[in-house]
C-alpha cells in the first residue's frame, strides 16, 4: 500500500493516473498533478493525510471515489480551493468524507453531481453551481454541516429528499403547509396529510418526497 510515502512529484508528460494507484497512502500529505493529466479514476481515495493537490482546473474528468476519505484534503493550499473549472459531472462520493475541504470552484458546464459526491464535507461553507446543472444524486451534501448558504439553480431537474440533510441550509428551510422548499424544488413533507397542496412555481418534486422523516 506504499503507507511510507508522503509526497508524489510526477513527470511532465503523465496523461493518466488509474485506478487505486495510491489508494491507502495514508502518509501522502501532497501532489503534483501535471497540467497533461486530464483524467484520474480513485487513485487517491483513503489518502487520510492528504492536503494539497495543487491546481486541478485542468482535469476533465473524475472517477468515483476519486478522493473518498481523504480526511485532509484542502485542494490547492495556495487560495484553500478545489478547483473543478473543467470537469461536467462529479461523480458519485468523488469528495466523500474529505473533512477540510472549505471552498469548491465549479466548471460554467456543470451538469451532474451524482450520489454523495460531497458528503461527509462538514468544513463545506459554500457550493456556487451554476445554471445548466440538471442534476443533484442522492446525499449529495448530506452531513455538510457548514453549508449555510446555497443557491438553488433553476435549472435543477433531478434531486433527491436527502440531498441537502444535515446541511444548516436544510434546516434553517421553514415548511410551508407541511412541505418544505428549496426554490422551485419541493424537497420534503413533514407530516401525514390527506391532501398535499403545492406552492405556485413549484416545478420538481424531489425523488422520495413522501419519506416519513419529520422536522
Wanted: proline share 3%; net charge negative; glycine share 8%.
Amino acid at each position: 500500500q506504499g503507507t511510507g510515502i508522503v509526497s508524489v512529484h510526477f513527470p511532465d508528460d503523465i496523461t493518466y493516473i488509474g485506478e487505486g494507484a495510491f489508494a491507502n497512502c495514508e502518509k501522502i500529505f501532497s501532489v503534483n498533478v501535471p497540467s497533461t493529466v486530464t483524467e484520474m479514476s480513485n487513485a487517491f481515495s483513503k489518502c487520510k493525510s492528504l492536503v494539497n493537490v495543487g491546481d486541478l482546473s485542468h482535469m476533465r474528468k473524475l472517477d468515483a471515489n476519486a478522493f473518498a476519505d481523504c480526511w485532509h484534503l484542502i485542494g490547492n493550499v495556495k487560495d484553500l480551493t478545489l478547483d473543478l473549472s473543467s470537469i461536467d459531472t462529479i461523480p458519485e462520493s468523488a469528495f466523500k468524507d474529505c473533512r477540510l475541504l472549505q471552498h469548491v470552484r465549479c466548471s460554467a458546464d456543470l451538469r451532474f453531481l451524482e450520489e454523495n459526491s460531497f458528503s461527509g464535507c462538514f468544513n463545506l461553507s459554500q457550493a456556487n453551481l451554476p445554471e445548466g446543472v440538471t442534476y443533484i444524486g442522492k446525499g449529495v451534501f448530506s452531513g455538510c454541516s457548514s453549508l449555510e448558504e446555497f443557491f438553488m439553480p433553476i435549472s435543477v431537474r433531478h434531486i433527491y429528499y436527502n440531498s441537502f440533510n444535515g446541511t444548516p441550509y436544510m434546516d434553517n428551510q421553514p415548511y410551508e403547509d407541511n412541505i418544505k422548499y428549496l426554490g422551485h424544488v419541493a424537497i420534503r413533507k413533514d407530516k401525514k396529510e390527506s391532501t398535499l397542496r403545492f406552492k405556485e412555481g413549484t416545478t420538481v418534486i424531489a425523488g422520495n418526497f413522501i419519506m416519513e422523516i419529520g422536522r
